[in-house]
């Protein structure tokens, strides 16, 4: 339980360092959008190695990857509704948004984390943190644009970053207790999730705003995570 929430407070700090720094300082788009291009390429890794690769052994084709496209297909549905009934440039929608990308992600992290210490997960762990970054600092400064003062924005991003962190602790403890086929569909999941948000929302975003950079730095989040794992 502490390792879990340890995991859960080294991702979710991203949130707060972000917060704060957008709160105060407006940082170039393209600087964003290249850290968003390194943390995809961070994320595939780990979705493949930490989460996927494990659920296939356990459970098989049919059962994980059949979990892996229904994972992505619940995301897509929440952000369908969420771009619905939600306006795009709303303090509440940058925090939904930020919501619906990390609590897949935390949970994730707290299932990964089953049976395993923190190394074990090491790759997962920093791909979440250079996901949640950005996001916060653009985040932040989507927020006091809008309106909003800068206190709002710090906390704000900080009380998001407590929540996303118990959900590492939620994930770990309550799937702790499941079968091996069970938990493997869970892994599988929340690997479908977090992909479909990649491919959905963080992928197009870093290239449209970065330009063909971004394709560097994904790569540099790929090799660096990639190493991370041997």
């Known amino acids: 339980m502490l390792t879990a929430l340890l995991v859960g407070a ?17 940082p ?6 290249v850290v968003m291009g390194f943390a995809a390429g961070a994320l595939i890794i780990a979705v493949a190695f930490d989460l996927f690769e494990k659920s296939f052994k356990a459970a098989g084709p049919l059962i994980a990857g059949g ?5 992505a297909a619940a995301f897509m549905g929440a952000t369908e509704l969420l771009d619905r009934y939600s306006s ?9 948004n930020i919501l619906l990308d990390g609590i897949p992600e935390n949970l994730a992290m707290g299932v990964a984390l089953i049976g395993k210490p ?29 309106g909003r003062s800068k206190k709002f924005a710090i906390i704000s991003w900080s009380v998001t970053a407590v929540v996303l962190a118990i959900m590492v602790v939620i994930g770990n403890a309550v799937f702790s207790s499941f079968g091996e086929v069970p938990l ?8 479908g999730a977090v992909l479909a948000g990649l491919a959905e929302a963080i992928m197009p975003q870093a290239y449209g705003e970065g330009g063909k950079i971004v394709a560097i730095a994904t790569t540099a989040g790929f090799l660096l995570t990639f190493l991370i794992t041997q």
């Open 10 to 26: 080294i991702a979710s700090s991203a949130l707060v360092i972000g917060g704060i720094l957008g709160a105060f300082w407006r």
């Open 28 to 33: 170039p788009q393209r600087l964003l959008a």
């Open 67 to 71: 979990s892996l496209v229904v994972g």
């Open 88 to 96: 795009s440039t709303s303090g509440f929608y940058l925090l939904a």
């Open 118 to 146: 923190l190394t074990g997960i090491l790759s997962l762990v920093v791909a979440i943190f250079f996901s949640n970054f950005p996001e916060a600092l653009g985040g932040a400064v989507g927020m006091r644009d809008s």
């Open 184 to 191: 493997a569909a869970v892994r599988a999941l929340a690997a």
